[in-house]
């Protein structure tokens, strides 16, 4: 069935460091791909997304290429900040099957300074 | 409002006890969500309003699981005879677009989700 897997966390890196966390997705049809992050005490947000192969998604200096050749949609930032502390969820929705998003399980991400 | 807001933001429940989870949307968005977190998991798909009809609910896990939204605004998710393993946060997201446009030119909004422990 459709999935999205994850690098599991936590991730710990320094201020400034480059930053990847690997997405991977299963689809049977076409799906649009997204990254959403939740901050400590607040809901989901979306960060940014992808609807078709080669697009880059950018927001907030986070980046995220559609690669439909290895089926991944993996998140970069090339100089991290301590505010980028929060779990960072890939995903992925089709326009088939009705209408739910499918995660993946979450990275932890911690900054220090 | 200005985002999406649900209550209670903890509730404990006896085994066997009914729950109802309420969520208020984003005023104007036709769209809203249930989903169900784990602890370490991601979010998984409960069931899906647009406006106040339930186009999708084959996320409910069992026939425990009820939603509604009459008037297409607020909604409540209600569980009957809680189970442990109903322990979660439940979220309710809401969106200004309808169906697979939601996601796709829209995303969600979501809320700070319910974190229902049954003990």
């Known amino acids: 069935g459709d999935s999205v897997t994850q690098m599991e966390g936590p991730v710990t890196l320094s201020e400034e460091a480059f930053l990847t966390i690997n997405c991977t997705y299963t689809?049977?049809?076409?799906?649009?791909l997204f990254w959403y992050v939740q901050y400590p005490g607040e809901g989901l947000q979306l960060l940014l997304k992808?609807?078709?192969?080669?697009d880059k998604g950018s927001n907030k200096g986070f980046e995220a290429t559609y690669r439909k050749e290895t089926t991944s949609f993996h998140l970069e930032k090339g100089s991290v900040q301590v505010s980028d502390s929060a779990v960072y969820f890939c995903?992925?929705?089709?326009?088939?099957?009705?209408?739910?998003?499918?995660f993946g399980a979450g990275t932890r991400l911690f900054v220090k300074a | 409002g200005a985002g999406v807001s649900q209550s209670p933001r903890y509730k404990v429940a006896k085994r066997g006890q009914d729950v109802a989870l309420r969520c208020d949307p984003i005023?104007?968005?036709?769209?809203l969500f249930w989903y169900q977190q784990a602890l370490g998991q991601g979010p998984e798909f409960l069931t899906y309003?647009?406006?106040?009809?339930?186009?999708?609910k084959s996320g409910l896990p069992s026939d425990r699981f009820f939603a509604e939204r009459p008037e297409g605004s607020v909604s409540t998710l209600k569980i009957q005879r809680t189970q442990q393993e109903d322990s979660a946060v439940y979220l309710c997201?809401?969106?200004?677009?309808?169906?697979?446009?939601?996601?796709?030119?829209?995303?969600?909004?979501f809320g700070s989700g319910t974190r229902l422990t049954v003990v």
């Open positions: 997201a809401s969106s200004l677009g309808q169906g697979f446009s939601t996601a796709s030119n829209y995303g969600y909004t």
């Open positions: 005023s104007g968005h036709v769209s």
């Open positions: 309003f647009q406006n106040e009809a339930q186009l999708d």
């Open positions: 689809a049977t049809g076409y799906p649009s």
């Open positions: 992808a609807t078709k192969a080669d």
């Open positions: 995903a992925l929705s089709l326009n088939t099957g009705g209408f739910k998003t499918i």
